[in-house]
């Protein structure tokens, strides 16, 4: 017995991952690009990761939608990184909700929404190397639609990016 990721599917295309409230930083930082399990760990983060410009209070989320509801146990992530470089742009404060009903739920209406798990993400070690993460979350509810909601990167301010190299809801098989 394992853990398993589960794919969006779709999500190369840019389907079924989306990022509201906030544009990706251009079209070499795509959100699809964190959950496709062939975009490299190490090296450029371009083509290979989620990033954006947020303003100071902007709220971000990122949205892995599911063909049929699953029943997420475990959030995989390698945070934000550029050859080693950039690791303050990862995510920090994080909270994951699910919903049945949509996909384009307010960041701020929750009443459709269920809190899974929220605490805090790792920074990514200072080493041009993958920094594999692992969260065990409790749910046994399925959901179509998973919503991680980035309440603070590791650094804010003036030109501070946000992003994550890798992301993936995970069951047991």
């Known amino acids: 017995m394992s853990y398993q990721s589960i794919i969006p599917p779709l999500s190369f295309k840019g389907i079924a991952v989306t990022s509201y409230f906030t ?48 029943v997420a146990e475990r959030i995989y992530y390698e945070n934000s990184h550029d050859g080693g470089k950039n690791t303050w742009a990862g995510w920090k404060e994080v909270s994951l909700w699910g919903s049945n009903l949509n996909d384009t739920v307010s960041y701020n209406d929750k009443s459709e929404q269920t809190l899974i798990w929220e605490g805090l993400f790792d920074i990514h070690i200072n080493k041009n190397i993958a920094d594999p993460k692992y969260i065990t979350i409790n749910n046994s509810e399925p959901y179509k639609y998973y919503h991680f909601r980035i309440e603070k990167p590791h650094r804010i301010g003036l030109n501070s990016f946000i992003g994550i190299r890798h992301i993936a809801l995970q069951i047991f098989v």
């Open 23 to 70: 544009s990706s930083y251009s079209n070499e930082y795509m959100p699809w690009f964190s959950v496709d399990p062939n975009s490299k760990l190490i090296d450029s983060s371009q083509n290979n990761q989620w990033r954006t410009y947020p303003d100071d209070n902007q709220k971000i989320s990122f949205v892995m939608k599911y063909n049929s509801p699953i």
